[in-house]
């Protein structure tokens, strides 16, 4: 008896080595030989000059590198399930040819054993679903392209050498766990053509330097949901040249879509890159380059901030599409001068705005027309309107500045908002910038070049600030009747500081001190009054318009030219002055709709042929006078008595 149970006891253990040594001989490796395109995977005949065996179990090899291909694609059909550890596909003779590998059929390639690796030698498509649980790395030079739903695949996926496409939104299995890793100067295209997954997993990417990811698609809404993170050599590019160039893509379900991008974004013409996370949009994108080139186009579902390194190109910035809110572009974090000329702008809903922050060190400078109506802030650096053409315009918007600001258009600029902070603000170039604001700003206005304009006092910041003129010949300038500030001036060594009524009923009444090394231009059609002692060592040059030198004012001891328009008041005038053929002199008090009889008292008076002297006499004892210390000479002047 005992004979027979221990007989009976051991048969188990047999069995199962059996079974062990069954399932290793299963794992076998195979080399596709065959030339003859079409062919079947489980085709005996097709692999190892006939002699097999078929590559497949756990762990094999399956090599489709040993064929010269022929120009076009060569196709082999995956007419059964297999699993395999290792494909590699190749060309013996890839130079003379531009042959492609294609791996066709609907049944189910399982990747195991190891670390499964598929490597691309040349461009090769693999069209039946992936499985697995550990993943795969691509190698290679070439192309790898995946186009089915990749459901069945879990695990990473690594990019080493050449290019991973997919064609499928589950293309890289649908598990979010499932992080994509390129590898130095590596790229992933995901490609999505009509009806192949609608939907991006949301596979975390890593991009090593030199590499790329780029998103295309058919011209219908695709959304990821992942963390994107790359170092500042790598790039994005959403959209592509060609047929897949009106690519609309979403980034959501995560707030943090980049996490962080030290690279590129390129949104390509055409091309369109949506945030929509329900969260408040926070995209960590705050070290990345944006570029929009023409006509590329960012924008967000909900409300929330849009960080941007830095943003380049001439496409469109557009706030919330979605929900009602405001949409904050925030850019500069990368601490460089960036220059856009694009537009930045509300959606088509009046409760959808955007509006722009500008951080970081750096100077950000848009040249584009402009029309957000969100609000404006400057919390570091400086923003620039305009580059010194003809564009750049910001919207009637509040502007809240704790650094600088800079209006530097060749045109009219008009700002309706209230510009407030602890900061300054700049004109320079040739335009107009016009503060109709009631503003609060805190440092002071300076003044480079062309034309800054208010309706009244309010229109420069706080009652402490001054102007300053600095660097150029700019002016401050009236556009309304009666307008009077008592700030200090300053005209710096070089600089000549400018004052207009901007029309003939327009008036300037500069009653604080004018200082500095620099002189004056008077410019304009309608009247400037100089209402205080000033003390500025320059000249003073009337170049159109009326000069009134109040009864308390006076000009400094420079000289006074008169080229245009009208020198005239009840104050006192220490320089010599030289009244040009263009010019005149009118003693007593002027507006712009009259005059009055009063003493004007100048140094040596020169006045050229042409010019005109007024008077007015009201009766044998009321007239204007002029008092003149120094000589008097004149070529051919008019006297005129308007009386």
């Known amino acids: 008896m005992k004979p027979k149970n221990r007989f009976l006891s051991a048969a188990p253990i047999?069995?199962?080595v059996s079974s062990a040594l069954a399932g290793v001989a299963a794992a076998q490796s195979g080399t596709w030989t065959s030339v003859t395109s079409g062919g079947n995977?489980?085709?005996?005949?097709?692999?190892?000059?006939?002699?097999?065996?078929?590559?497949?179990?756990?762990?094999?090899?399956?090599?489709?590198?040993?064929?010269?291909?022929?120009?076009g694609a060569f196709t082999v059909n995956l007419d059964t399930a297999r699993t395999v550890g290792i494909l590699n596909f190749g060309d013996t003779d890839a130079v003379n040819t531009a042959g492609t590998w294609i791996l066709g059929g609907v049944n189910t390639l399982t990747l195991a054993g190891g670390t499964?690796?598929?490597?691309?030698?040349?461009?090769?498509?693999?069209?039946?679903?992936?499985?697995?649980?550990?993943?795969?790395?691509?190698?290679?030079?070439?192309?790898?392209?995946?186009?089915?739903?990749?459901?069945?695949?879990?695990?990473?996926?690594?990019?080493?050498?050449?290019?991973?496409?997919?064609?499928?939104?589950?293309?890289?299995?649908v598990n979010t766990n499932n992080t994509l890793t390129l590898a130095n100067n590596t790229h992933y295209r995901y490609e999505r053509t009509p009806?192949?997954?609608?939907?991006?997993?949301?596979?975390?990417?890593?991009?090593?330097?030199?590499?790329?990811?780029?998103?295309?698609?058919?011209?219908?809404?695709?959304?990821?949901?992942?963390?994107?993170?790359?170092?500042?050599?790598?790039?994005?590019?959403?959209?592509?040249t060609g047929l897949l160039a009106?690519?609309?893509?979403?980034?959501?379900?995560?707030?943090?879509?980049?996490?962080?991008?030290?690279?590129?974004?390129?949104?390509?013409?055409?091309?369109?890159?949506?945030?929509?996370?329900?969260?408040?949009?926070?995209?960590?994108?705050?070290?990345?380059?944006?570029?929009?080139?023409?006509?590329g186009f960012v924008t967000t579902r909900n409300a929330g901030t849009v960080n941007m390194g830095s943003v380049v190109g001439n496409g469109t910035l557009a706030g919330s599409g979605g929900a009602a809110g405001t949409a904050i572009f925030s850019i500069g974090?990368?601490?460089?001068?960036?220059?856009?000329?694009?537009?930045?702008?509300?959606?088509?809903?009046?409760?959808?705005?955007?509006?722009?922050?500008?951080?970081?060190?750096?100077k950000l400078t848009l040249t584009g027309a402009n029309n957000y109506t969100g609000n404006t802030t400057v919390t570091a650096g400086t923003l620039e309107i305009g580059d010194g053409g003809a564009t750049g315009t910001l919207a009637l918007t509040n502007i809240a500045v704790t650094s600088n600001l800079i209006f530097n258009t060749g045109g009219t600029q008009t700002i309706g908002g209230v510009v407030s902070g602890a900061g300054n603000i700049t004109k320079k170039g040739t335009g107009t910038t016009v503060l109709n604001g009631i503003n609060t700003f805190t440092v002071g206005a300076f003044i480079e070049g062309g034309m800054l304009t208010i309706n009244a006092d309010t229109g420069l910041g706080a009652v402490t600030n001054g102007v300053t003129f600095q660097n150029g010949s700019g002016k401050l300038g009236s556009d309304s009747a009666g307008v009077v500030t008592t700030?200090?001036?300053?005209?710096?060594?070089?600089?000549?500081?400018?004052?207009?009524?901007?029309?003939?009923?327009?008036?300037?009444?500069?009653?604080?001190?004018?200082?500095?090394?620099?002189?004056?231009?008077?410019?304009?059609?309608?009247?400037?009054?100089l209402g205080a002692a000033n003390s500025y060592a320059g000249t003073t040059t009337v170049a159109s318009g009326i000069l009134d030198v109040g009864v308390a004012g006076a000009t400094s001891t420079g000289a006074v030219s008169v080229t245009g328009g009208v020198l005239g008041g009840t104050g006192a005038i220490s320089g010599a002055v030289s009244v040009g053929a263009a010019g005149a002199v009118r003693a007593g008090g002027i507006t712009t709709s009259s005059t009055a009889v009063g003493t004007l008292a100048t140094g040596a008076l020169t006045l050229a042929g042409g010019s005109t002297l007024y008077t007015e006499f009201t009766n044998a004892t009321t007239y204007d006078k002029l008092t003149v210390?120094?000589?008097?000479?004149t070529t051919g002047a008019s006297l005129v008595n308007p009386v």
Do not use: H
């Open 14 to 16: 047999v069995i199962a």
């Open 41 to 71: 995977w489980s085709a005996i005949a097709n692999w190892n000059n006939g002699g097999g065996p078929i590559a497949d179990g756990t762990g094999s090899t399956a090599n489709f590198s040993t064929v010269d291909l022929p120009a």
């Open 116 to 173: 499964p690796t598929i490597t691309a030698g040349v461009a090769t498509t693999i069209n039946p679903p992936l499985g697995g649980a550990a993943g795969l790395i691509k190698s290679g030079a070439g192309n790898l392209i995946l186009t089915a739903d990749n459901t069945p695949l879990t695990g990473n996926i690594s990019v080493t050498a050449g290019q991973l496409t997919s064609k499928n939104g589950l293309a890289l299995g």
């Open 195 to 240: 009806g192949n997954g609608s939907t991006f997993q949301g596979n975390p990417i890593t991009v090593a330097p030199s590499s790329s990811v780029t998103i295309t698609s058919d011209n219908a809404a695709n959304g990821y949901s992942g963390i994107i993170t790359g170092d500042a050599a790598s790039t994005i590019t959403i959209g592509a």
């Open 246 to 295: 009106q690519c609309s893509f979403g980034l959501g379900g995560n707030t943090q879509q980049f996490g962080p991008f030290l690279g590129r974004v390129e949104i390509f013409d055409g091309a369109s890159l949506r945030f929509s996370s329900t969260g408040g949009v926070n995209n960590g994108g705050a070290a990345a380059i944006w570029d929009t080139n023409t006509t």
């Open 333 to 362: 974090a990368r601490n460089e001068d960036c220059v856009f000329g694009g537009i930045i702008q509300d959606s088509n809903a009046t409760d959808r705005k955007a509006a722009l922050t500008k951080v970081g060190t750096a």
């Open 487 to 529: 700030r200090a001036m300053t005209v710096a060594a070089g600089a000549t500081g400018g004052f207009a009524g901007i029309e003939a009923t327009d008036s300037l009444e500069v009653g604080g001190v004018v200082s500095g090394a620099g002189g004056i231009e008077i410019g304009g059609a309608g009247l400037v009054r």
């Open 629 to 633: 210390t120094g000589n008097v000479s």
